[in-house]
């Protein structure tokens, strides 16, 4: 299952292929939880899906709008529709125990899934990574439990970050169910943490302070977030790579190969051999080969049409940019000794 809302709603068809291509033995139920959107949009989706042999589409249309825009609201955060997993058990088959979910614009899948749907839960709401895969997982009571008992400011504000990552998880349908988990809570979790803590937020914080650390972790396979780590290579293959993080976001970033090579020659001179293309993005030559992937599964798509043009103009501007201000890039001269 994925939520989505915002126009770019064809890019979701990138991630479905990728899903379908890698479980051809499996019938794939997928469901999409959105807040309203467009009637053209979700026709195109639902013919582009109708292609694929053995993924069905199920369009959620979830009531209660405002409550989601109100959370945005609250967590500083655009589209509503990202806290639209909280009310998953609500909306999908009663019959359903549990359910992958996939970010819908930015996760690409690469091997077989089904293990991961299986994942014990441990009583836990949901199997997910943690957050910062370079950083040892962060145990922690629920935000307001947390703060009365003295937890320090900083680590409640780590917590409002996510503890988790929400980009790949499997939600224990049956347990929010039994739990009788609503809208309502989150909201009041939302207005303490904005109103008394002073704290922005996204889904994967809000769950946080909702909850603490109510999740299982997963292997990082499962959720391959290769920006945090340039030089790192995944133990086991990725089953699901996430272009998450301070990276350009895959339909934004197209690079040919002599784009790639200049990037690679800043590398050189370059600060740990990651090259900032803007002040808050960055890029690195390990990362081509995922955004290569990307692109070709986007290629077998009806949306390569329309967003291969958009990126390219994109990459050039970036890489003009950089290439304006020739010292953003350079590595710091050492410093002499005593």
């Known amino acids: 299952m994925t939520a989505l809302g915002g126009a770019e709603v064809d890019v979701l068809q990138v991630m479905l292929l990728s899903l379908s291509e890698t479980h051809p033995r499996d019938r794939v139920e997928f469901w999409l939880l959105h807040l309203g ?4 949009k979700l026709a195109e989706l639902t013919a582009f899906c109708d292609g694929l042999p053995n993924l069905r589409l199920h369009l959620v249309r979830v009531p209660d709008r405002d409550q989601f825009v109100l959370l945005s609201k609250l967590g500083g955060r655009p589209f509503g529709a990202r806290f639209l997993w909280f009310v998953a058990h609500l909306h999908l088959p009663a019959d359903l125990q549990r359910v992958i979910f996939l970010d819908p614009l930015d996760t690409l899948v690469t091997d077989d899934l089904v293990p991961f749907l299986h994942h014990p839960f441990a009583g836990r709401y949901v199997v997910a990574c943690r957050e910062v895969p370079s950083l040892p997982p962060l145990i922690i009571k629920p935000g307001r439990a947390a703060h009365a008992d003295g937890a320090p400011a900083a680590r409640i504000l780590r917590a409002s970050k996510g503890v988790m990552n929400s980009g790949v998880m499997v939600i224990n349908l049956a ?3 039994r739990d009788q988990l609503g809208v309502d809570h989150y909201i009041e979790v939302a207005r303490w943490a904005r109103d008394e803590m002073g704290l922005t937020f996204g889904d994967q914080g809000l769950f946080s302070l909702t909850h603490g650390s109510h999740y299982l972790q997963a292997h ?3 959720n391959f977030r290769f920006f945090s780590s340039p030089g790192r290579v995944p133990k086991m293959r990725p089953s699901v790579l996430h272009f998450a993080g301070n990276i350009p976001k895959p339909f934004n970033l197209r690079l040919s190969l002599q784009q790639e090579q200049q ?4 590398s050189q ?3 740990r051999g990651i090259v900032h293309l803007t ?6 030559p390990a990362f081509f080969r995922h955004y290569r ?3 070709e599964t986007c290629a077998r798509t ?3 049409a329309r967003l291969a043009p958009l990126a390219d103009a994109r990459t050039a501007l970036t890489l003009a940019n950089i290439h304006a201000d020739p010292t953003a890039n350079r590595a710091a001269p050492a410093r002499a000794a005593g």
């Open 302 to 304: 009806p949306c390569f």
């Open 37 to 40: 959107l467009a009637a053209e």
């Open 279 to 284: 002040p808050r993005q960055i890029i690195s």
């Open 293 to 295: 992937s990307w692109w």
């Open 220 to 222: 990082d396979r499962n």
């Open 269 to 271: 001179t370059a600060s």
């Open 263 to 266: 990037i690679a020659r800043l």
């Open 175 to 177: 347990k929010m169910r």
